[in-house]
């Protein structure tokens, strides 16, 4: 590590310091006021914390039961998930939260999740509607 030599500010002590210790004494100063800020010292270093907005709870539960939804078939869930997610974005325009992207995907997933599901069903409902009509029409024939 490199160090580097300061010149003598005063004839106090060889670093400027008083002698017993601590920060220069205004003999290194000659021409600043007794309790002033000496020139050339900014003082401590101040960090400011500003605090998170929160995160909107009802877009994570709605996320949550879209996803569920679109897995599981279980329609009333994805249903519940987009009104929750509409509900969240309202919310989340009016009090400044976080969670934007989470209520779009509940929308986005609780839409297209619980449309093909419901597709889904009406076709095999359909199909199997379609195949008990010929099977009963063709045992109808036969007598």
């Known amino acids: 590590m490199y160090t580097r030599q300061l010149p003598a500010l005063s ?42 907005a929160p995160t909107n709870t009802v877009a994570i539960i709605g996320m949550v039961l879209s996803l569920v939804a679109a897995l599981t078939s279980f329609v009333p869930a994805g249903i519940v998930g987009i009104v929750m997610g ?5 919310q989340i325009r009016q009090r400044g939260e976080r969670g934007d992207a989470m209520a779009v995907t509940a929308l986005w997933v609780g839409y297209l999740g619980t449309g093909f599901w419901l597709i889904f069903w009406v076709l095999y409902i359909g199909v199997m509607v379609i195949a008990i009509m010929i099977g009963v029409a063709a045992e109808e024939a036969g007598y």
């Open 11 to 52: 004839s106090s002590g060889a670093s400027g310091h008083s002698p017993y210790g601590g920060y220069p004494n205004n003999a290194a100063f000659p021409n600043a006021a007794p309790y002033a800020a000496h020139p050339g010292f900014a003082g401590p270093v101040t960090y400011i914390y500003q605090p998170i």
């Open 86 to 90: 509409h509900v969240a974005r309202k």
